[in-house]
């Protein structure tokens, strides 16, 4: 469990550092391209214990979710997907959707937290869902929504094509990320 909750400090609290004044700082004192090297070696360290603690953790059932509920992460994750996919493709869609990457992130981890009753899938998705709520709601209150400038339709399509691909390797592959084969 120690490997999993330090993970999640890790990454989480690397992603609380842009709401806060010591971006600004780190930038200026040395480079923008620094701090964002920085930031995703400290993002990957933390993802990694993460993954490394969920899976090294002891399976403790807390409940037993109904068995609907597998089904119900398979329907959902395409469009967890699909948002999550958003905000680094050109699509029409970010010109009306706010936080497209943290509804996904919701969306997966409130669907995966609802289909696994064990503590540590409970901690790593109760986690990044409590995270995707507080940052949408953070984001909110601290900028103005700026909608996306309009492309060519054809990019919606590259954009549904290339979540639908995604879907289908992740369920392919899930196991040799999670431990967990889909079918």
Known sequence: ????????????????VPSLPLKQQFIDRYSKKIYRQLFIIIAFI????MIYGKIQMAF??????PYWTRHFVMAVMPLALFFLALPDMPNNFRRHIRHPMMIGIAIWSGAHLAA???????LLFGGFFIYAIFS???VSHREEFRPADPVPKYRD????????????VIFKFHHLVSGVQLV
């Not at 933390?46 to 214990?49: A, E, I, P, T, V």
């Not at 403790?60 to 979710?65: A, F, N, Q």
């Not at 696994?116 to 409970?122: A, P, R, T, W």
């Open 136 to 138: 949408i709601i953070a």
């Open 60 to 65: 403790i059932t807390v409940w037993e979710p």
């Open 157 to 168: 399509a590259i954009a549904i094509i290339f979540i639908a691909i995604s879907y289908a």
């Open 116 to 122: 696994n009753g064990d503590l540590s899938s409970i």
């Open 1 to 16: 469990m120690l490997l999993l909750l330090t993970g999640m400090i890790i990454f989480f609290g690397v992603h609380l």
């Open 46 to 49: 933390g993802l990694s214990l």
